[in-house]
T-cell receptor, first 109, second 113 residues
Framework: KNEVEQSPQNLTAQEGEFITINCSYSVGISALHWLQQHPGGGIVSLFM?????KKHGRLIATINIQEKHSSLHITASHPRDSAVYIC???????????WGAGTKLIIKP | EAGVTQFPSHSVIEKGQTVTLRCDPI?????LYWYRRVMGKEIKFLLHFVKESKQDESGMPNNRFLAERTGGTYSTLKVQPAELEDSGVYFCASSQGYSRTQYFGPGTRLTVL
C-alpha cells in the first residue's frame, strides 16, 4: 500500500462541473503539496498547505491533518484544466517528496 | 526570471549506452532535486543537493546512476550503462533556502531501447 493514495485515478467531467480530487496519506507530515502535470509533461506546483484551506483562482485545496486527508477542488471546470493532478508529502523532516499516483482529469467542452 | 530548465527534452539510447541529463535550477536556489517517473509508476525521489553537497541520495536506484553538482549551480545525472527499466521521465526541481516550495523543470523523457 502506498503511503499516499489518490482517488479517483481517472475523472472525466463536462465543462462547468465542480471537481473534487482526494488524497489520503499514512505518514505524519508537515505540509502537503498539490501539483499539476500537463500533457506536455511539465509539473507545476499548485499549493503547499499544512492546515485549513487555500484558494487560488478556481482552485481550492483543503487539508484535515487529524484525518490525514486532503482534497483539491476545481470550480467551474474548463477544458484547459485537463491534466494530471498529483499530491505529494515530504518524508518526515526531509525535503524528499513521496508522490501519489496522480488523478488524470479530462474536462470535455 | 528563468525557471528550471532541463536538457535534453527527450533522449533515445540503446541499452548499454551512457546518457547524461542536465538540470539548471533557478538562479540562487541552493536546493536541487532529481525525481523520475517510470512507466505506470508514481514519481519517485532520487536525490537532493544542497549547493554542491548530496544531502539525501536515498532514492538513487543503483550505482549505474551518478549525480553531480559541481560548483553548486547546474546538476548532471549520468546513467551508465543504461538499462531498459531506466526508461521514464526524469524531473528536476529547485527550491530556495529552507522553503519547501519546489519549482519543477519540464522533464527529460529517456527511452532506452
Amino acid at each position: 500500500k502506498n503511503e499516499v493514495e489518490q482517488s479517483p485515478q481517472n475523472l472525466t467531467a463536462q465543462e462547468g462541473e465542480f471537481i473534487t480530487i482526494n488524497c489520503s496519506y499514512s505518514v505524519g507530515i508537515s505540509a502537503l503539496h498539490w501539483l499539476q502535470q500537463h500533457p506536455g509533461g511539465g509539473i507545476v506546483s499548485l499549493f503547499m498547505l499544512s492546515s485549513g484551506k487555500k484558494k487560488h483562482g478556481r482552485l481550492i485545496a483543503t487539508i484535515n491533518i487529524q484525518e490525514k486527508h486532503s482534497s483539491l477542488h476545481i470550480t467551474a471546470s474548463h477544458p484547459r484544466d485537463s491534466a494530471v493532478y498529483i499530491c505529494a508529502v515530504p518524508l518526515g523532516e526531509s525535503y524528499q517528496l513521496i508522490w501519489g499516483a496522480g488523478t488524470k482529469l479530462i474536462i470535455k467542452p | 526570471e528563468a525557471g528550471v530548465t532541463q536538457f535534453p527534452s527527450h533522449s533515445v539510447i540503446e541499452k548499454g549506452q551512457t546518457v547524461t541529463l542536465r538540470c539548471d535550477p533557478i538562479s540562487g536556489h541552493d536546493n536541487l532535486y532529481w525525481y523520475r517517473r517510470v512507466m505506470g509508476k508514481e514519481i519517485k525521489f532520487l536525490l537532493h543537493f544542497v549547493k554542491e553537497s548530496k544531502q539525501d541520495e536515498s532514492g538513487m536506484p543503483n550505482n549505474r546512476f551518478l549525480a553531480e553538482r559541481t560548483g553548486g549551480t547546474y546538476s548532471t545525472l549520468k546513467v551508465q550503462p543504461a538499462e531498459l527499466e531506466d526508461s521514464g521521465v526524469y524531473f528536476c526541481a529547485s527550491s530556495q533556502g529552507y522553503s519547501r516550495t519546489q519549482y519543477f523543470g519540464p522533464g527529460t523523457r529517456l527511452t532506452v531501447l
